[in-house]
């Protein structure tokens, strides 16, 4: 069962998705008007998914609210109006698994959820639109190998399935990943693990026709 809780300032909101996910069956096991109220009514019950609107007037920076919904062991799926370009890329940066509209139909909400519950990354439409429209973000400067090692590495493919694939040794892919990860730590945006990559991969348009229905997970 898919275990969720809502961080929302507005009761409203709180309550619709309440009983969308009631009638999905997932369990919803707690909500709040903000962050720190959610942890202090969950005491230590586990959740797989927050939904966590961006908007909350708490005076907490994006980045806080989004690592102290992740150390409670659950993914973040951002729920927002989607108009902060800049809001949404911290988001993400931070290490939400994706972000799906408040203008969205409650069945692709409820998508979302399962996907982020599932440890998947979400690429969807909002994601590449938050990205285009961030004047500030710096894609790395990938060679076009590095592009086709990325492509078949953060598609899911272990190291050896992409050394067959571009006919070159394992050892050599290993070392064009070591260079792409340098390469985005100089641009601020570090990839240390393979679903890191995925998000990498998905910013920079290397991946834009990744399924978001199938889970892409660290191994």
Avoid at 2 to 11: I, L, Y
Avoid at 88 to 112: C, D, N, Q, Y
Avoid at 163 to 184: C, F, H, M, N, W
């Amino acid at each position: 069962m898919v275990r969720v809780a809502v961080v929302d300032d507005h009761e409203s909101v709180r309550l619709g998705l309440l009983a969308a996910c009631m009638r999905e069956g997932y369990q919803f096991v707690e909500e709040g008007a903000n962050v720190a109220d959610l942890l202090a009514r969950l005491g230590g019950r586990e959740i797989d998914v927050v939904v966590l609107d961006l908007s909350l007037g708490d005076g907490v920076s994006i980045t806080d609210n989004v690592k102290a919904c992740q150390a409670t062991g659950a993914g973040v799926l951002i729920h927002s109006i989607a108009d902060r370009a800049a809001g949404i890329r911290e988001a993400l940066a931070a290490g939400a698994a994706g972000v799906i509209p408040k203008s969205a139909a409650t069945a692709v909400v409820m998508a979302a959820i399962r996907t982020v519950a599932s440890g998947a990354v979400l690429n969807n439409l909002e994601w590449a639109t938050a990205i285009d429209a961030d004047t500030e973000f710096a894609k790395a400067q990938l060679g076009r190998r590095e592009r086709d090692v990325l492509n078949l590495y953060a598609s899911g493919l272990p190291l050896r399935m992409v050394a067959e694939q571009l006919g070159i040794a394992p050892s050599t892919v290993r070392e064009y990943l070591d260079r792409i990860r340098v390469k985005y730590v100089e641009v601020g945006r570090p990839a240390p693990t393979k679903v890191d990559l995925l998000r990498r991969a998905v910013e920079d348009g290397i991946l834009p026709g990744l399924d978001p229905d199938v889970p892409v997970h660290d191994d």
